[in-house]
């Protein structure tokens, strides 16, 4: 289990924090008092150039090493926490934010969980957010793609909002969203699923949930590490399936020309569903603006989860 050196106690927030929101109608969280919390960063890899290093020379960087392809974690342990950790991946165009305070100023999951006993670890993977550094050379491009995103996590057509979409309508809030994109640069899941096992040599036995992008990877260190003792996975990106048993590509809904493009939500079906697995109902989340239904299924000897959006 990895607890800082010193434990500290805080009533929900930081002092000083405490003190600047104690009259902000975001502060929903109820008081908790913490045992421990800190960062760390874990896994990556080092390099070093070639040649003998000079320190008489700051712009000579022969010789110089590398530190990079690692993930920062951020961590908050609660007094008599529950069992299992709580690890939470993000997924493509985020980083940890995306468990934190929602953009319209809700409790995240972050604050959630940890309010119910749980020990929380946000994740940034590596080349993402405050794991930036890549011991491989990429280019970053000022592209703007605004509403791709917002597109992309179905809020609507941009400018036009989808009139079941659980999300607020002012400018605040989705300038809030907007600005919580990251940059994502291109990095083999290997990285990042080397870099979350890790994570979880620190944080010790626990459940991975993950979003989006971030489904591939989790699957495969809850494959690769004993560590993780189940899956959540909203939106998964990727699924894995047993040779010979992929199941058939799902069809779109046909009804009309809105359900051409857009599936209806009480007939959309889940591939997993498809397959006639057991599956019941566990619970219903906001994320980050969104509803998400999510279903659990044996896998082996660990229980794995598939979340699908419920806009």
């Not at 009480?266 to 019941?280: G, P, S, V």
Request: aromatic share 12%; glycine share 10%; with cysteine.
């Amino acid at each position: 289990m990895f607890i800082g050196k010193n434990s500290v106690v805080i009533k929900g927030l930081p002092l000083i924090a405490a003190l600047s929101l104690v009259a902000s109608p975001v502060l929903a969280m109820k008081p908790v008092t913490i045992q421990a919390q800190g960062s760390f960063m874990a896994g990556g890899k080092v390099i070093q150039s070639a040649g003998v290093y000079d320190g008489s020379d700051p712009n000579n960087f022969v010789g110089e090493t590398l530190h990079g392809d690692h993930a920062y974690v951020f961590y908050q342990i609660p007094v008599k926490a529950k069992k299992y950790s709580l690890v939470f991946l993000h997924g493509y165009g985020q980083s940890g934010k995306s468990w934190e305070t929602t953009p319209d100023g809700r409790d995240g999951f972050q604050n959630i969980f940890l309010e119910r006993g749980y020990k929380t670890f946000i994740v940034d993977q590596p080349r993402r957010g405050r794991a930036g550094q890549s011991i491989e050379p990429y280019t970053f491009t000022a592209r703007p793609d605004d509403q791709l995103w917002y597109n992309t996590f179905r809020i609507g057509e941009y400018p036009n909002y989808y009139a079941n979409a659980k999300v607020p309508r002012d400018e605040e809030s989705l300038s809030q969203f907007f600005h919580q994109m990251t940059p994502s640069f291109p990095t083999e899941q290997k990285i990042i699923v080397d870099a979350m096992i890790a994570v979880f040599e620190k944080s010790g036995e626990g459940i991975l949930i993950t979003h989006s992008a971030g489904g591939g990877p989790g699957w495969e260190t809850a494959m690769r590490s004993d560590k993780v003792k189940a899956v959540i996975s909203l939106e998964s990106g990727a699924f894995p399936f047993l040779e010979g048993e992929v199941p058939p590509t799902e069809e779109r809904c046909v009804d009309d020309l809105q359900e051409t493009l857009h599936c209806s939500d009480t007939r959309y079906e889940t591939r997993f569903q498809q397959m006639n697995l057991n599956f019941f109902l566990i619970c219903l989340a906001y994320f980050p603006f969104r509803m998400i239904l999510i279903k659990f299924y044996p896998c082996g000897n660990k229980l794995m989860a598939l979340g699908s959006n419920f806009i």
